[in-house]
């Protein structure tokens, strides 16, 4: 059964119409045309599709797209500000905390989560927080470092 529906994704609303068992990350990624969240597990445990609905991750993987009605939705691709990248995407960047990549936008998605609601956080915070995030790549430490520095960057960017 298809359904005509309205989602708001990175602030943009697209009208389409959907199986009504179509996964968010299936809708995002096949229908809305935004690669930048990956699929793969389809089970909720590697966090590669995390996205943020009302400004919380989840795994897209899980969410019903009919489900994400009437949410504000943000995936990788709306948190730069046009050639600007994002804090915690600049740090990712300069923490050299991507490697393959796979996995890069659903850590930074869940990064910034944390952020918004932690500024502050302490490296106990951020391993916790990225602990639905799986990485075959880093080892995690570059990645804890980049989540550290760019809530370091929000703090001075905050400051001035």
Known sequence: MKQDMV???NGVNYNVCVETQR???EVLRDTIGLTGTKKSCNE????ACTVLMDGKPVASCLVLAIAAQGKAITTIEGLADGQRLDPVQEAFVKQTAIQCGFCTPGMVMAAKALLDENPEPTSADVRRSLSGNLCRCTGYQQIVDAVMAAAAAMKARRSV
């Open 7 to 9: 989602l708001k994704v």
């Open 23 to 25: 996964t968010l990350v």
């Open 44 to 47: 909720g445990e590697c966090g």
